[in-house]
């Protein structure tokens, strides 16, 4: 559904006299299957919307390609836009204008007819648990209904592919979860690809079938919510010590078992291994036979932050 090769914006500018070249999006290879929802994290400024902004080709790339729909963004950006619907971050209503209205205007745009964009609008009202507010005006309307508005405005011309730069951003978590439902519902009851850009490590985790992971302009990982957090961090075994002068002992069995290097902090000790499962028993009796007595051990899984610390170096949480 969307195939990009070595994609690439560079924004010219000046600043006083000399040019200056800012790099957004320095190659990016990515290609997404149709039905799956895929979450495109990065941190700020990672290149994200621009990406975004070149497969809905409302910019152009400075080089590298990209087919989206079938079509190339380049070449043929009428027939990519007929077949896409991009929900951009602000939202594109009109806080004035009623609801219904601006679904029905927003289907004239891509060339459907009144009657056709009605029964769409109408429809997608019920689907998404906005009956009874086709009169009403956006600006009195809850956040998560506005981003239901949006969501309807991006499909009344039933596209196969939607774009939703951030959806959720904003919403408090109910109405988080409740869109994820919607979005979810786009691909197993209507078959749709969708392709979407967040901050929330939960929500990729949640809803999307596959991640890719961009930082300064490059993608850096790709795989499946499970897949990435199994291949690039491994579990974590945190073990508290009754006495600290044993840590040294604790993190030499910790390496004997598989980790990586130990971290000693007092009486903790704590390191990575690839499979917790496996190596516990066999840690348990190895620290039990040297006489390392344990307070408490703890197992956390990784989480995407984990991942993404490990990929990108930061934590997802502090640029956002
Ligand atoms: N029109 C522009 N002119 C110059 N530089 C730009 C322009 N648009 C984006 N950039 C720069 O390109 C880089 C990538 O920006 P982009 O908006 O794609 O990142 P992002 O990952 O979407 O970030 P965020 O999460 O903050 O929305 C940034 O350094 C940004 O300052």
Redesign the pocket.
């Known amino acids: 559904m969307i195939e990009a090769r070595a994609l690439a914006r560079t ?1 010219t ?1 000046r600043k006083g006299r000399e040019k200056t070249e ?1 790099v ?1 999006v320095a190659g990016v290879d990515l290609s997404v299957d149709e039905g799956e929802i895929v979450g495109f994290l ?1 941190p ?8 975004l902004r070149m497969l809905t080709t409302l910019l152009r790339p400075t080089s590298g390609t990209a087919t989206v729909a079938g079509f190339d963004v380049a070449r043929d950006p009428v027939e990519v836009r007929q077949r896409i619907g991009y929900v951009s971050q602000s939202g594109s209503t009109s806080p004035e204008a009623r609801a219904g209205e601006e679904v029905v205007d927003h289907g004239l745009l891509y060339g459907i007819s009144k009657a056709q964009a009605e029964a769409r609008g109408r429809e997608l009202f019920e689907q998404l648990d906005l009956d009874g507010l086709w009169e009403r005006q956006p600006k009195a309307m809850s956040g998560g209904q506005r981003r239901r508005l949006d969501i309807a405005m991006g499909l009344v011309h039933d596209p196969s592919l939607v774009f939703l730069d951030e959806p959720t951003t904003g919403l408090d978590p109910q109405a988080r979860a409740n869109l994820w439902e919607h979005i979810a519902d786009l691909r197993d009851k209507r078959g749709r690809t969708v392709f979407l850009t967040t901050h929330y490590l939960d929500e990729a985790d949640a809803l999307c079938d596959r991640i890719l992971v961009i930082d300064q302009g490059m993608i850096v990982a790709s795989n499946t919510p499970d897949a990435l957090k199994r291949e690039v961090s491994g579990d974590l075994i945190m073990l508290e010590l009754v006495d600290p002068s044993r840590a040294g002992d604790a993190a030499e069995r910790l390496k004997a078992a598989g980790s990586t290097e130990p971290e000693i902090d007092g009486a903790s000790v704590q390191a990575r291994v690839p499979g917790a499962g496996s190596v516990l028993a066999g840690l348990l009796r190895s620290l039990d036979s040297v006489g390392v007595e344990l307070a408490s051990i703890d197992v956390r899984r990784p989480t995407l932050d984990d991942v993404f610390l490990t990929v990108t170096g930061r934590s997802l949480r502090e640029g956002a």
């Not at 700020?44 to 990406?51: E, F």
Request: aromatic residues 8%.
């Open positions: 924004f500018g800012v957004a990065g700020n400024g990672a290149g994200k919307t621009t990406t």
